[in-house]
T-cell receptor
Framework: EAGVAQSPRYKIIEKRQSVAFWCNPI?????LYWYQQILGQGPKLLIQ????????DSQLPKDRFSAERLKGVDSTLKIQPAKLEDSAVYLC????????????????FGPGTRLTVT | GENVEQHPSTLSVQEGDSAVIKCTYS??????FPWYKQELGKRPQLIID?????GEKKDQRIAVTLNKTAKHFSLHITETQPEDSAVYFC?????????????FGTGTLLAVQP
């Protein structure tokens, strides 16, 4: 089966510019996650979608970050305006389901987008 | 808040030796504990996971043990090979709003010396 797809793979922007990342999850996976991975650290969850609804965005800096999953499949993550500390790899992951009480199914990660803010 | 601590941060072993990575978690309601392997510049890949209703799980040279009372779990790699060299992340599920989410450890850089 095809894996999680992300684009672009690399992006370099200046601070205060905006940027958008795209993710296509594994076919049939209802749950989609965006993670931020700063160099030398583990992935940190930014936002989680169940189909096209947000179920957790507690760690998303909402003053500058936004995300959507309009048709319950593809998703975009946007940063506007970017700061130097946003330099990181942005990972998208998907899983079959992730509802409380039904357990947490395995998450499969995409290749990530490496963002450098100068 | 919830957190996952992972030790050691770096681990160097000789080829053929065993490697052990340990993680502790804070949320007693955590019930799912995956381990991911991330090679340089690549995506994290799930290598093994364990749920809270079992104490140990094995898959060839890899095993994971879970001690719910002490709230810690460990990854064991036997007969290490150079291709095992990578960063390994543990994670634990926590309740986040209407669903569960994963909290990741800080990673362990494993170097297997040939």
């Amino acid at each position: 089966e095809a894996g999680v797809a992300q684009s672009p793979r690399y992006k370099i922007i200046e601070k205060r510019q905006s940027v958008a990342f795209w993710c296509n999850p594994i076919s049939g996976h209802a749950t989609l996650y965006w993670y931020q991975q700063i160099l030398g650290q583990g992935p940190k969850l930014l936002i989680q979608f169940q189909n096209n609804g947000v179920v957790d965005d507690s760690q998303l800096p909402k003053d500058r970050f936004s995300a959507e999953r309009l048709k319950g499949v593809d998703s975009t993550l946007k940063i506007q305006p970017a700061k130097l500390e946003d330099s990181a790899v942005y990972l998208c992951a998907s899983s079959l389901v992730g509802l409380a009480g039904l357990g947490l199914h395995e998450q499969y990660f995409g290749p990530g987008t490496r963002l450098t803010v100068t | 808040g919830e957190n996952v601590e992972q030790h050691p941060s770096t681990l160097s072993v000789q080829e053929g030796d065993s490697a052990v990575i340990k993680c502790t978690y804070s949320d007693s309601a955590s019930n799912y504990f995956p381990w991911y392997k991330q090679e340089l510049g690549k995506r994290p890949q799930l290598i093994i996971d364990i749920r809270s209703n079992v104490g140990e799980k094995k898959d060839q040279r890899i095993a994971v043990t879970l001690n719910k009372t002490a709230k810690h779990f460990s990854l064991h790699i036997t007969e290490t090979q150079p291709e095992d060299s990578a960063v390994y992340f543990c994670a634990a599920s926590v309740r986040g709003g209407a669903t569960n989410k994963l909290i990741f450890g800080t990673g362990t850089l494993l170097a297997v010396q040939p």
